[in-house]
Structures are given as structure tokens and as C-alpha cells.
């Protein structure tokens, strides 16, 4: 008995923990809408590790990299890390012989397939209820172009679904679009237990 009990606590605190990574993540995010950012998908040229492009220019990419910085993750470095390692399976959609410190971080699918290679696949489905705080989603635009952002902690009672930060060309913003583009990828990646 006293042992069923101590590993019900224990379920109970990894639960609790990886849900608050989640929405912790979630409002990483959100918070950075406060800033002004310009949709600006030029090459810069960045600091490694933890390098990024000047603060008030940005893609989507980089909302979903500025968030996980904020909690201490850098996806800079775990993509280059993966992509060396495994360069075989990143996309080859822009020719490229080698790594790039640079950009491999602000490519859509780049962080598609590290999520998938490092994180967990989920559900691709148009039920709200299966999006959830912190989690990431991949879209196809009409444009055939790849888009990410991040399920907010911020719910629609009137569409009963979460709202995502992203940015698709009008800076860092949170809106109601989750189901508004084809949705090609869905993520949940970062909380570790212990």
C-alpha cells in the first residue's frame, strides 16, 4: 500500500512538472509579443552558441527559438549538435553540404525533424482539445511555405481552442490561427524529469 501511495506522489510531481514546463514555455512566448519585431527572413551572420539575429527582426523560426531560450533551452546548439551528428536525415531543400550555425536553427523544417528526432510526435487532428500550452505546431501555407508557432496558455471560449503565438509577417504576435493553415507537424519537446 505504502508503495502504491509513493508512486501515485511521484506520477502526481512528474505530471505537475512537465505541465508546468509546458505553460511556462506557453507564456515564454506570449511575452514576446510585448516586443516589436519586423518579419525579416535575411542571412545574418550570428554568435555560437546561443547566437540570434538583432532583437527587433525576426521569422517564426525565431519565435519558437527566442521561447525556448527563455527557458533555458538553446536550439541553436541542439540542432547544429543533431545535424552533425545526423546530417543525413535534415532536409537538403537548400542545397547545403554542411552545417550552418547561422541558419539551421531558423529553418521550419530543420526544427520539424529535430522535434521528431528529440521530442514527441503528436496527434495531427482538427480537435482543439489536442493542443495543448507550450506544444508546437507546424503548418503548410497556401504559398507551399512551412510555418511554426506555439500553442499560447491564452483559451478562445468562443472557438474553444488555445490561441498560438507565431510570426508570419506581422511581427511577433498571439491570434486565434491554429486551424487557419494546413497543419503538417505537431510537437511537444524539452521538459525532462529529474
Known sequence: MQLQLLLIT???FVIAG????????????????????????????????????????????????????????????LVHEDMKLNFHVYPKIWGLKKCDTNIDHRRVPNLMTFFSRAGSSCTISNK??????????????NSGAK???IVS??????????????????????EDCLFSFTIIGHYRYGWKSG
Open 10 to 12: 511521484f506520477l502526481q
Open 18 to 77: 512537465k505541465t508546468d514546463f509546458y505553460m511556462s514555455l506557453a507564456k515564454s512566448a506570449e511575452d514576446l509579443t510585448h516586443q516589436n519585431v519586423k518579419y525579416d527572413p535575411s542571412y545574418y551572420k550570428i554568435e555560437y552558441p546561443m547566437g540570434d539575429v538583432p532583437a527587433d527582426k525576426g521569422v517564426c523560426a525565431d519565435v519558437v527559438v527566442r521561447a525556448y531560450r527563455k527557458m533555458g533551452i538553446d536550439l541553436q546548439t
Open 128 to 141: 482543439s482539445k489536442d493542443y495543448q500550452p507550450g506544444d508546437i505546431v507546424c503548418w503548410q501555407l
Open 147 to 149: 510555418h511554426i508557432g
Open 153 to 174: 496558455s491564452k483559451y478562445s471560449f468562443i472557438h474553444g481552442r488555445y490561441y498560438m503565438v507565431h510570426n508570419i509577417g506581422s511581427g511577433q504576435v498571439i
